[in-house]
């Protein structure tokens, strides 16, 4: 053990492994031994990436977005709030969709 305040105890990992394989870990939710299994085995069970999975993907950094002074309708705008959180975002993607739409629709 390399350290010990009033309710938390810090172990080396090691030390952390050593206790579990002496079923000796402690948690701090009361967990029957038949969930922690289930649980276990759930991890065991969850879906694994297939091989090259990483040569299908792309990664860009977004592009700045740029701050705006925009007038919309009262009623566009409550809507837009109530659906919550990332409104702006929402918005955002419904003028790109409009745009990329526009875009390929006057390509010969």
């Given at each position: ?38 649980r276990r085995h759930a991890d065991l069970e969850a879906p694994q990436p297939y091989e ?57």
């Amino acid at each position: 053990m390399i350290g010990k305040s009033e309710r938390t105890t810090v172990y080396t990992a090691s030390q952390a492994d050593e206790l579990r394989r002496q079923g000796k870990g402690k948690t701090d939710w009361d967990m029957s031994h038949e969930e922690a299994m289930r649980r276990r085995h759930a991890d065991l069970e969850a879906p694994q990436p297939y091989e090259g999975w990483e040569e299908t993907i792309s990664i860009a950094l977004p592009q700045p977005k740029e701050q705006v002074t925009l007038r919309l309708d009262r009623e566009i705008m409550q809507w837009f709030r109530g659906q919550g959180r990332g409104y702006q975002t929402r918005i955002n993607a419904v003028l790109r969709g409009y745009v990329e739409h526009e875009r390929n629709r006057r390509r010969p």
